[in-house]
């Protein structure tokens, strides 16, 4: 059984930067960063695989966050940098043994999720 708990979420204002961590129990092939905000639908943000590290990014977040995962410690991190309001939302690490899309359904093991406010 995977487990999965986020922290480093906060308020901050437009521009800032904020890291997210997720620290996992039990082995992770896959693991991915989504986001849901108030009457919206849960957003695929960023995952990466645990062998080669390769990541993948949706358009709305390329070039801006990092996904990156410490294999020693079994965290994965998400460093968000120039935030914007249009980030705000509850932030969710998830795992699952399917990698390459940032699609929920492929998600087998989900967090908590932490909340992360940009002001402007």
């Known amino acids: 059984q995977v487990q999965l708990v986020e922290s480093g979420g906060g308020s901050v204002q437009a521009g800032g930067s904020l890291r997210l961590s997720c620290a996992a129990t039990?082995?992770?092939?896959?693991m991915a960063w989504f986001r849901q905000a108030p009457g919206k639908e849960r957003e695929g943000v960023a995952g990466?695989?645990?062998?080669?590290?390769?990541?993948y990014y949706s358009d709305s977040v390329k070039g801006r966050f990092t996904i990156s995962r410490d294999s020693a410690e079994n965290t994965l991190y998400l460093q968000m940098n120039r935030l914007k309001p249009e980030d705000t939302a509850m932030y969710y690490c998830?795992?699952?043994?399917?990698?390459?899309?940032?699609?929920?359904?492929?998600?087998?093991?989900w967090g908590q999720g932490t909340q992360v406010t940009v002001s402007s």
């Open positions: 039990g082995y992770t092939r896959c």
């Open positions: 990466i695989y645990s062998g080669a590290g390769s990541t």
């Open positions: 998830a795992a699952g043994p399917l990698c390459g899309r940032l699609l929920p359904g492929d998600y087998t093991y």
